[in-house]
Nanobody, 127 residues
Framework: QVQLVESGGGLVQAGGSLRLSCACSGLTSSRNIMGWFRQAPGKERECVAALSRSGQNTYYVDSVKGRFTISRDNAKNTVYLQMNSLKPEDTAAYYC????????????????????WGQGTQVTVSS
């Protein structure tokens, strides 16, 4: 049974940092494309970042480039999202997801490409 368990969310002031973790079981994160998505109230879920199996390819939505970093610890089978310089508009529920398909640059941000999802962790950034 595949489980993705997110942790690390919370309340932080604007300009602060958080590191989200996604602990994987039932699948090997390094054999999948791993993504972080977020969904704010009243908005569609969007892909924030994605990481290829090799780690050589990444995707970031424009609004987080230079502030967020996706990474993976293969030994711990865990994926991370380091979030720096947080802004109030980063407030959302953040979800980890796994994509068993191929890395296609234009498609890795699409929700329907991801097969497994975590339950999410809330990030709230106060101004």
């Amino acid at each position: 049974q595949v489980q993705l368990v997110e942790s690390g969310g919370g309340l932080v002031q604007a300009g602060g940092s958080l590191r989200l973790s996604c602990a994987c079981s039932g699948l090997t994160s390094s054999r999948n494309i791993m993504g972080w998505f977020r969904q704010a109230p009243g908005k569609e879920r969007e892909c924030v970042a994605a990481l290829s199996r090799s780690g050589q390819n990444t995707y970031y939505v424009d609004s987080v480039k230079g502030r967020f970093t996706i990474s993976r610890d293969n030994a711990k089978n865990t994926v991370y999202l380091q979030m720096n310089s947080l802004k109030p508009e980063d407030t959302a529920a953040y979800y980890c997801a796994a994509n068993t398909g191929p890395w296609i640059g234009s498609l890795v941000r699409q929700i329907d490409r991801y097969n497994y999802w975590g339950q999410g962790t809330q990030v709230t950034v106060s101004s």
